[in-house]
């Protein structure tokens, strides 16, 4: 009996962390699912109206390239004062790529907007006067357009750069996985492949705290009857795992390197395995509900 009172008095306290777990698994799965949405939200999409804004531009991106925004014409009349005339287009666009690193330095959109991914205006990018790679993109194609130039964007979900009809632009990626064009959109099939190598790198450069406070809140919605031995070694295994994928994806540019896939495998396996520690108590649990995790 002494033994029962001390194994299930730490299990009894933990089971009470979070509130939720005493509602029925159909109202629990739901809320934490719902808790954890807004804490994302909170995190990575702090200003609601920039996330509507961002929504509305990714719908229409050619809507972006205003060869003829006001904004931008001081930027035209530069460029074309600056550009020799005998260039061809291939030095063209080399030149358009210079102009616009010189006058958009990059900069990370949570430092510039606040949030995760903003995709911007060009009047946008010139008031703020810095921009990461979509922002730059939105300048780039429009100068070219201004310039007489068939422009639009192009994007393999990590980068995003400009396409002409002379070739490509603001450093092109390995595969042109989503073209938008103004005949409509191209898709390609084999870029979702990259799909996974950009999403450790979109993990690998956001800000560590922030992330986090996102492993910190999954971990808290996951407490419940698991005790503190488990309960701890799912927490290593989230942190461990977040760090893990941001090492693997550090480094989007090089060839493929079996060290960073190896990174990125184990930290997805040690995030699996964060959740898998919970379940295991869950189905070795005897009797009585205490073994109830989430
Ligand atoms: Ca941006």
Redesign the pocket.
Known sequence: MKENVKTSKPQHAQRHVVLINKLRWYLRWPCKWMIFAIVYMVVCFPYPSLLIRHFRHLSNPNALIEPDAPALQPWVAELREALPADLDPSEVLEHVEGFVIRHVPYQW?WITWGVV????TVTEVIEKGQ??C??RAVVAASLLRALGYNAWLVTDFAHMWVATDYGETMGPGRIKTVEVTEEGVRFQWAGLFELPRATAYGVAVFPPERELILVAAAWLLLLGGAGYARSATSLLLLVGGLFMIRYGGSDYWDPLLWTQVSAELAGLAAMIAAFVVMFIRLRSSTGGGSGRLV
């Open positions: 959109d991914d903003y995709l911007p921009e990461d979509d922002g």
